[in-house]
């Protein structure tokens, strides 16, 4: 299994970035996917997930402003981020859940995002 995320970047404080997820080597279809996050000098936090059916779950600290989405045809998940706060800069991680199993067990490289006020 691979997962490439992209779309990082460095945004002004109440702008938008959205991030991709691009997935092989899996049946994409059948899995969760999930977004974390891992800012500075803090552990890694949940974002938001999305199931195999379009099941969604978010993060208290994002709801309203993030949006998760998956495009099934593509083997990938997105990420769409509005109303940036510089306590949204972090590494964000996206990680795929097989069928099943409790667990995300494969994980992307990371794409840093840095929001300035």
């Known amino acids: 299994v691979q997962l490439q995320a992209y779309g990082g970047g460095l945004v002004q404080a109440g702008g938008s970035l959205r991030l991709s997820c691009a997935a092989s080597?899996?049946?994409?279809?059948?899995?969760?996917m999930g977004w974390f996050r891992q800012a500075p000098g803090k552990e890694r936090e949940f974002v938001a997930s999305?199931?195999?059916?379009?099941?969604?779950t978010y993060a208290d600290s994002v709801k309203g402003r993030f949006t998760i989405s998956r495009d099934n045809a593509k083997n990938t998940v997105y990420l769409q981020m509005n109303s940036l706060k510089p306590d949204d800069t972090a590494v964000y991680y996206c990680?795929?859940?097989?069928?099943?199993?409790?667990?995300?067990?494969?994980w992307g490289q990371g794409t840093l995002v840095t929001v300035s006020s």
């Open positions: 999305i199931t195999w059916s379009g099941d969604i």
């Open positions: 990680a795929a859940r097989p069928p099943y199993r409790p667990d995300y067990d494969y």
């Open positions: 080597r899996l049946t994409f279809s059948s899995f969760a």
